[in-house]
């Protein structure tokens, strides 16, 4: 750290800049829900974890309460081929049998979980480790997936159609931080688990929380208008805007828009997709006024002020 005498009048002002504009941000989401799903190369890059977990004590200790959703997409397949088991990918889901989703169970409970809890807890011991699975948390109903006009099984992957967030509320209550990982039981099934999209189970417990932000992690700037054409960066939409868009999205980008777009019409305030490959970018995000990525709400914008069921960074501004 700087010693403090070493540091010059500008650069002073430059710090207290910085500190005064975040003062809208901090009043506007001191308090509330912030609910954000990490993983991308956020997830795999030592630096970019002790980042996030630093972000994440950050959010705590200035009175926000933040909610971690995780995956752990590469960390299942690395698994997977190591106990070589095939990994199969169909319509973008990966295919999920018997061997599989007990992979997935030990990976995202035995693995992730608890390094991300011990990463969060190295600025206090204040974050618990939570399963979709967990006092009912999550859930899940079995999906299939329609390619090239034919449906196909994926064995136990499914949807979140359920949730009862009590066990969530009572670790905010008392000052935690919930790391909760994406796997839900099956509601027709007792006794088997699914595979869950980590995007939408974030989602659907952000609405079913009241957050006043979701945050997606992911590996792009955000969402392009016209992909790959780097200049046409979408900083702000509405949810009518992202409906007319989100059949000629990329297919990779569809599940986070639509985690998006789902979030802010269940009644989250402000969703918004930012590259986790940016240290810190999650406090740019919440604590700045042009943030970073894009950012979807569903009314109008004022000055950081709730209308319409919104409240987020100046309209139009570019990331």
């Excluded at 159609?161 to 027709?188: E, W």
């Excluded at 869950?196 to 009241?210: F, K, S």
């Excluded at 940016?278 to 709400?297: D, N, R, Y």
Aim: net charge negative; aromatic share 4%.
């Amino acid at each position: 750290m700087t010693d403090l005498q070493d540091t010059t009048p500008e650069e002073a002002a430059e710090k207290a800049a910085v500190l005064i504009e975040s003062l809208p941000w901090l009043k506007r989401f001191r308090d509330q829900i912030v609910v954000v799903k990490y993983g991308g190369n956020a997830m795999v890059s030592e630096e970019l974890q002790r980042s996030f977990a630093e972000d994440i004590a950050y959010l705590r200790f200035v009175g926000v309460k933040p909610v971690v959703v995780h995956g752990g997409g590469p960390q299942i397949s690395k698994m997977l081929d190591r106990l070589d088991i095939r990994s199969e990918f169909q319509g973008g889901y990966r295919v999920t049998n018997t061997e599989a989703i007990s992979v997935v169970r030990m990976v995202l409970a035995g693995q992730i979980n608890p390094q991300l809890v011990a990463q969060i807890n190295t600025h206090g011991a204040f974050a618990a480790g939570l399963s979709g699975e967990d006092a009912g948390l999550f859930g899940g109903r079995r999906r299939g997936v329609v390619v090239d006009g034919e449906e196909v099984d994926l064995g136990f992957v499914g949807d979140v159609v359920q949730v009862t967030p009590d066990a969530v509320l009572d670790h905010l209550a008392a000052g935690r931080v919930p790391v909760v990982s994406s796997i839900a039981p099956d509601l027709d099934n007792p006794g088997h688990s699914l595979n869950v999209n980590a995007d939408a189970a974030a989602a659907a417990l952000a609405a079913a929380l009241g957050a006043a932000k979701l945050v997606i992690l992911t590996d792009v700037a955000g969402l392009y208008a016209d992909w790959p054409n780097r200049d046409s960066l979408v900083s702000h939409l509405t949810a009518a805007e992202l409906r007319v868009m989100l059949p000629s999205l990329e297919s990779g980008m569809i599940p986070k828009m639509q985690a998006c777009l789902d979030a802010v019409e269940g009644g989250v305030d402000t969703a918004a997709i930012i590259d986790g490959r940016v240290p810190h970018s999650l406090l740019i995000e919440v604590f700045t006024s042009k943030g970073i990525g894009t950012e979807v709400v569903n009314g109008t914008v004022d000055c950081g002020t709730v209308v319409d069921n919104t409240a987020v960074r100046e309209e139009g501004s570019q990331a």
